[in-house]
């Protein structure tokens, strides 16, 4: 995607220093863009607990991106298979809800498993992470082109009329490595004149859809509502909303949903009004294990403080402001699950499919078995 006409990905190799590994931090958008540079494993950490990055694919690239730092750092450079293992799971711990994080990591250990060599590995170790980044962009292209079927007939239907999408979080580019899963079908119907207007639910805590969903939209010229989160079941009601997109952090192969707090709300205000709930995701993204995701999902708890303070811009300068009392307890949930039965369908890089096993594994037979490293 492009900022400011620049295309640009949230993560990327430092091409004048190939020891770093790039990436925007969103903690500071929209006011801000910066860009820091992770030289290691400790780095990595830090950046995917901090929420420097955050989003499903782009958690895995960065887990990803963390295991050829970790071949770049070994001690007297030496990557041994009982070191490397450590590190690994170290980054797979670092966030427990989004399951692309263990995929990706898990996918790099499997590769580097057959090679042998410091010096070989370092080389596969940045072949395979290059490798995960770029189909996990093409994926959520893919995501595009198959959803922005979904936008083409309710557009048909209204004779051309603007379709009045809602959508929650960020899963946009921003949360992926390109296009973004929810947003993908958003983009294409955009670029191919569609006339659409999102709804972009300002998504507390952390705001990421005010700060980073309304961001990328407006970069890329999509018109687009920044909306209080308790907004959404009144538009609903008020036929306002046409299609409810969102994108998740890890989905059970029985089509259970587990996303950005909130979204399960979203999910009982749309089938109450009859309203189309649709979940863009890669295949990354598919838990294959897990078959009851209310029960089984881990459901990360964050810092209290996500829930007391705001951030905004004052004078120029972002600043955080305390919003209760500072006696008051918080609790801050990061997710909840929405059962499959609240989810209309799957929007995946081979297709639509029901949120159901029957579904998932019409498009998925081998049931999310990963080719052997090239």
Request: charged share 25%; proline share 5%; glycine share 10%.
């Amino acid at each position: 995607m492009k900022v400011d006409g620049k295309e640009m990905r949230p993560i990327w190799l430092n091409n004048d220093n190939p020891l770093e590994v790039l990436v925007i931090d969103q903690r500071m958008l929209p006011h801000e863009l910066v860009i820091v540079a992770l030289k290691g494993v400790d780095d990595t950490l830090d950046a995917i607990r901090e929420m420097f990055v955050r989003g499903a694919p782009l958690i895995g690239a960065t887990g990803a991106w963390g295991v050829y730092l970790a071949c770049i750092n070994a001690p007297g450079g030496q990557i041994t298979d009982v070191w490397l293992q450590g590190e690994a799971e170290r980054l797979k711990s670092s966030r427990p809800t989004a399951v692309n994080l263990a995929w990706a990591v898990d996918r790099m250990m499997a590769c580097l498993a057959s090679v042998q060599g410091d010096v070989h590995r370092v080389r596969a170790a940045r072949k395979e992470a290059e490798l995960i980044a770029d189909e996990e962009a093409e994926n959520c292209r893919q995501i595009g082109v198959f959803g922005v079927s979904l936008i083409e007939e309710i557009s048909r239907r209204k004779q051309g009329e603007t379709v009045n999408i809602l959508t929650h979080c960020n899963a946009g580019w921003l949360a992926c490595v390109d296009y973004g899963t929810a947003t993908a079908p958003i983009y294409e119907a955009f670029n191919r004149g569609i006339d659409v207007h999102v709804w972009v639910d300002e998504t507390r805590p952390l705001n990421q859809g005010a700060r980073l969903t309304a961001w990328e939209l407006g970069k890329h010229g999509v018109a687009h509502t920044v909306i209080a989160d308790n907004a959404g079941g009144h538009l609903m009601q008020h036929g306002q909303v046409d299609l409810v997109i969102t994108g998740t952090d890890r989905t059970t192969w029985t089509g259970d949903v587990a996303n950005k707090i909130g979204t399960y709300l979203k999910a009982l205000a749309a089938r109450d009004n009859g309203i189309p709930f649709w979940v863009a995701l890669p295949s990354s993204t598919f838990d294959w294990e897990m078959d009851d995701g209310v029960k089984e999902i881990p459901i990360e708890v964050r810092n209290p403080d996500e829930i007391r303070y705001v951030q905004g811009q004052v004078a120029g300068k972002t600043v955080q402001v305390l919003v209760p009392p500072a006696s008051s307890a918080c609790e801050n949930h990061a997710f909840d699950v929405t059962p499959a039965r609240l989810v209309t369908g799957f929007i995946t890089e081979r297709g639509l499919c029901a949120a159901s096993r029957e579904g998932v594994l019409g498009l998925f037979p081998e049931k999310g078995k990963e080719a052997p490293c090239n």
